[in-house]
C-alpha cells in the first residue's frame, strides 16, 4: 500500500507559477505510474500529467508547454511545475501512484485569480 501527501497548492494570479509536491511512503518499489490529476468544481477528475516508470511522459493537451512533471529516481516523490497559470487551471489537485491499485493524495487547492 502507498500513502501519498501533496503540498505546495494556493492562491496565484494569472500567468504566475506554483510548485506541487507529493511525497510516496509505504511500498514505493511497486510503482508503475506517477501523476497528476485535478478536478474543477461540477467537473470530472482529469489527467493532468504522468510519468511512467521506465517508459513516457504523458500531459493534457492543456498543459503542454506550461506544466512540467519530474519524479526522483526512487520514486519517493513527484512533482508539478506550474508555469503560466490561467483560470480555467483553478481545481483541487490530486497526486496519483498507480501499483496494483490505485492510490491518491487528499488533494491540494490551487486557485488562480486577480
Known amino acids: 500500500q502507498v500513502q501519498l501527501v501533496e503540498s505546495g497548492g494556493g492562491l496565484v494570479e494569472p500567468g504566475g507559477s506554483l510548485r506541487l509536491s507529493c511525497a510516496a511512503y509505504g511500498v514505493v518499489s511497486n510503482i508503475n505510474v506517477l501523476g497528476w490529476y485535478r478536478q474543477a468544481i461540477g467537473k470530472r477528475r482529469e489527467l493532468v500529467a504522468k510519468?511512467?516508470?521506465?517508459?513516457?511522459?504523458i500531459y493534457d493537451d492543456a498543459v503542454k508547454g506550461r506544466f512540467t512533471i519530474s519524479r526522483d529516481n526512487a520514486k519517493r516523490a513527484v512533482h508539478l511545475q506550474m508555469n503560466s497559470l490561467k483560470p480555467e487551471d483553478t481545481a483541487v489537485y490530486y497526486c496519483?501512484?498507480?501499483?496494483?491499485?490505485?492510490?491518491w493524495g487528499q488533494g491540494t487547492q490551487v486557485t488562480v485569480s486577480s
Open positions: 510519468t511512467i516508470i521506465g517508459g513516457n511522459t
Open positions: 496519483y501512484a498507480r501499483t496494483l491499485f490505485e492510490n
